[in-house]
């Protein structure tokens, strides 16, 4: 089976560009199964209800996210009530909604996805290592098919937890830092790893923002809005081909392109 990573999707910019290209990728690469990173979906930071539906109604089946998930407080009641929205798992508990999900693909394979959040230069939540294994076992007695969206700032974070679950997910996927990497790999035992999908949105910017408001923050050191920019939008992300029978994964592309 084929999945399709989809990297962090920026504003408006972002979210057209996704409209734009993501059939004609589905159909080109035989995509089976699609997972995407919405949490700078709305205005580039946090999410609305009417843009979940928007992409679900694209056809995309588990849409991840991260620390900016909380950005907007009208989306908490759809992190309740819609199971293909995540948050990260390793959140507490309490928190509205839960960081996994284990439905059907298009080709009949079952399938789980598990949501976390690194803690290196990030909030102090629970362990990604920990709550992670847990929740690996718990998805590997439905399916081998485990595909992870590991949103970290730090590079070391995300490699360390690829090389940890190595062989027991198909696949780690890296995501936050907007900035694609180019070390797209399958590790020893079988996962498919990239450090970081990169960013669906506007590249003339700084990590999605127009330059000139980011530029303000580092020059004078004072607080400034950011917006997204506009120019030079492109879809990001990768396609992970994976063998059904033993979960493990038999490629990884990774897909940079104009929109």
Not at 5 to 32: S, T, V
Request: hydrophobic content about 40%.
């Amino acid at each position: 089976m084929r999945v399709l990573f989809i990297g962090d999707i920026f504003g408006k910019p972002g979210r057209k560009a996704l409209f734009e290209k993501l059939q004609g990728l589905m159909q080109a690469h035989r995509i089976d199964f699609s997972v995407a990173n919405v949490e700078n979906a709305a205005g580039g930071f946090g999410l609305t209800p009417q843009i979940v539906d928007e992409f679900l109604d694209a056809e995309i089946d588990v849409l991840t996210s991260g620390n900016h998930i909380w950005d907007k407080r009208a989306i908490l009641p759809c992190l309740t009530q819609q199971p293909r929205l995540l948050r990260p798992h390793n959140y507490p508990p309490a928190t509205p909604g839960t960081g996994m999900f284990i439905g059907d693909s298009r080709c009949g394979v079952r399938v789980a996805v598990i949501s976390l959040q690194g803690r290196v230069y990030m909030q102090a939540i629970d362990c990604p290592f920990a709550v992670g294994e847990t929740a690996i076992e718990e998805a590997r007695r439905q399916t081998k098919v485990v595909l992870v969206d590991f949103h970290a700032e730090a590079t070391s974070e995300k490699q360390a937890f690829a090389w940890y679950v190595d062989g027991r997910v198909s696949a780690v996927v890296g995501t936050h830092t907007h900035v694609q990497t180019a070390d797209e790999r399958i590790l020893p035992k079988g996962t498919a790893f990239i450090t970081d999908l990169g960013m669906t949105g506007p590249y003339d910017s700084v990590i999605g923002s127009i330059p000139d408001l980011a530029l303000e923050r580092f020059l004078k050191q004072m607080p400034a809005r950011l917006e997204p920019a506009t120019g030079n939008p492109r879809f990001c992300g990768a396609v992970v081909e994976i063998d059904e029978a033993s979960g493990l994964a038999m490629s990884i592309t990774r897909i940079n392109i104009p929109a």
